[in-house]
């Protein structure tokens, strides 16, 4: 098939690249490199430097290649950056996100993968979250997400749009080689600012907060493979049906702390990494844990590197080879 992936040189973009590649795909990746790295974008895809949001040039694009699938994956996504910054989000995740639909329509390219997120759900009473629990968004990263989302029926009406979104919990892990992985300019996810503090790169990890309403005070999370999160790009691009949107989970369905996965890291790295207890981080729900029995059961995914230490593991593979990055 003919797959367009927008964001295709971000981290979590790269491994579906990969992945698309591997199984024979014919790829173009769209990323207008603000984040993402020439690097890690797979040699056998067709690159293209240009923004998604960009209508005209984005259909003409679409039409050109005779692109059949569209993984949508360009965004913005840091929750803290979204509540001091959200005119960046609105436009990032929203606005461009729509007008890419808009090109979409246009070029007739009728099946998307979009990349949500667990951020739609806001405070769930009820974990493991499935699908059909209230979203109610906390911060603006999770609104711009989900007011996309509620775009999709709208075009599937219209268009004949088939959509699949994807709502990923925390996506973490690399090739076990530790050739691609996690690497963001700054970085703020928690597992590269751990090893970078195992690699003394920073004087210590800060933990945002220790008094949430959770047995060790710390934020729960639910960390998925981002090799398992590939495979299920897959699986969604196959689903796509023209007309009809669908929303998945992603996530192992188990929870760890900001504590458990400091303790896990330090097993992985083999002795102390430094921390310490800072304010709590705006925008962070205490506990985000997903079921991905949907997906599972409807799609066929069956995560093969679930196991928190795995996953780090494979992430400190990366560090280790790669310890200022690409
Ligand atoms: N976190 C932390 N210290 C850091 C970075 C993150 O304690 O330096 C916490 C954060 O508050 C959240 C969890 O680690 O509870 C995962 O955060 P991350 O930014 O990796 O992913 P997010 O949950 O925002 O997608």
Redesign the pocket.
């Known amino acids: 098939m003919n797959i367009c992936v927008t964001g295709g040189a971000g981290y979590i973009g790269s491994f579906i690249v990969r992945r698309l590649c591997e199984l024979e795909h014919r790829v173009t990746v769209v990323d207008d490199l603000s984040k993402g790295h020439m690097e890690a974008v797979d040699p056998r895809a067709h690159f293209i430097q240009a923004d998604c949001g960009d209508k005209r040039a984005m259909a003409e694009l679409l039409a050109g290649r005779r692109i059949e699938a569209v993984v949508h994956m360009a965004a913005s996504?840091?929750?803290?950056e979204s509540v001091t910054a959200p005119a960046k989000y609105y436009r990032n995740n929203l606005i461009a996100s729509l007008s890419l639909l808009d090109a979409m329509a246009e070029a007739k390219v009728s099946r998307l993968v979009f990349s949500s997120s667990a951020?739609v759900y806001g405070e769930p009473e009820r974990q493991p979250i499935a699908e059909d629990a209230a979203t109610v968004p906390i911060n603006p990263y999770g609104r711009t997400k989900l007011l996309f989302e509620q775009a999709l029926p709208d075009f599937a009406a219209a268009y004949g749009l088939g959509a699949v979104c994807l709502r990923y919990f925390?996506v973490a892990g690399a090739l076990p080689d530790g050739t691609l992985g996690e690497d963001h300019n700054p970085e703020?996810?928690?597992?590269p600012?751990v090893f970078q503090a195992a690699l003394g790169l920073r004087k210590s990890?800060?933990?945002?907060?220790d008094d949430y309403p959770t047995p060790d005070g710390?934020?729960i999370?639910d960390y998925i493979h981002v090799l398992d999160l590939a495979d299920a790009h897959v699986l969604a691009i196959e689903a796509a049906e023209a007309g009809q949107v669908a929303a998945f989970n992603l996530g192992n369905g188990d929870g760890f702390s900001?504590r458990q996965?400091i303790e896990s890291a330090q097993r992985v790295v083999g002795r102390p990494i430094p921390t310490e207890i800072?304010p709590?981080?705006p925008g962070?729900p205490p506990v985000?844990v997903a079921s991905s029995e949907k997906i599972a059961s409807q799609l066929g995914w069956d995560p093969a590197r679930g196991d928190i230490e795995m996953i780090l593991d494979d992430a400190w593979a990366f560090h280790q080879s790669h310890p200022k990055g690409y």
């Open positions: 996504s840091l929750v803290g951020a925390n703020s996810h928690l597992i600012l990890i800060t933990i945002f907060g710390t934020c999370r900001v996965v800072g709590r981080r962070d985000l």
